[in-house]
Every structure is written in structure tokens, then in C-alpha cells.
């Protein structure tokens, strides 16, 4: 298969993991090794911005918590990882994933939103979603994926909610049309 970092995976309306119902995920990295994503369309209601800052001990002065933060996935919540646009590098530790974005995991980038001197576009993902060696090509084979490209304005859309529709859409695909059994010839 081919290289599907930078990509969007969105999930297909029989998607049985409810922890992946509706989900859009931003593919961080993809290998013979396995995938490691982020997703992207599901904010953490439970977890404020502002407080999770204060738990960091890091001081917001401009409002940071305008950043939602999100559901990234089911593997280690206790890490956070911020995709944002390229107008942020944090030195060695940003990722350039894409032209359109890129990924940083350090603290410094929380300190540089909370001062103003952060990206215009991120969002903040608390755990990630991850896939060992052909997993992910299985839940392919499953119907339970579609792919495409991760435009930014999909990615770093306000509204979480219209992710899923947004990102179809940009595929071409009816999410009316859409049917949750996968077809073999």
C-alpha cells in the first residue's frame, strides 16, 4: 500500500469501533511499521483549555483557551500532540507533515499559544490513534475507512461537528449514499 502520511482517513458509516464512529483522522505517519493519527473532528468536552494550561503551570495571557481541545485517540491520553499550520517551527521538535500542516508534541508550543506567539490554526489532541503492522490495511479491507487528502481548511475547521460531511464532500462522496457493508467481487 502505498504512503498515506498527510492523508485524512474518514470513517465509513458501519465503522464498529464507537470510539471511531464518524471520525476524521489526520494520518501523522504511515509505514510498513504501522500508522500513527490524530483525530482531528472530536473535542474533549470534559477538558478546557484554560485549565489543562493551569494544570501545566503554564500562564495564559491571551485567551488560549479559544483552542479546543480534542479526543486525538485511544492510545495514551496523558500526551498531547498540537497539529497547526506552517506558520509555527519549534526549532528540531516540529514535524512538517504536509505543506498545509504540521505537528509539534513539546510544551514549548502551549507556551507560544498562550502568549500570542503560537500558530494561527492548531488544535490541541490528547491521545492518539495508532495501528501496528497492516492493521490499518485490514480495517481498509473492512470497509471501514475511506482516504483522502488532508486540506488544511478541513483539518483546521471550527465547526468539529461538519468535519466528517466537509471532508466527504472533498472526496466527492454522498454521505447519504454511503453504505455501511463492504462489496466483494
Known sequence: MDDLTGKLLVAMPGMTDPRFERSVVFLCEHSEGGAMGLIVNKPTPEIDMSELLSQLGIESTLGADTLKVHFGGPVDHGRGFVLHS?????????????????????????????????????ILALGYAGWGPGQLESEFQANGWLVGDAEPEIVFLDDSAAKWTAALKAMGVDAVALSPDAGHA
Open 86 to 122: 506552517p506558520d509555527y517551527e519549534a526549532n528540531t521538535s516540529t514535524l512538517k507533515v504536509t505543506e498545509g500542516v504540521g505537528m509539534t508534541a513539546t510544551l514549548d508550543i502551549l507556551e507560544d499559544i498562550a502568549s500570542g506567539k503560537g500558530p494561527k490554526k492548531a
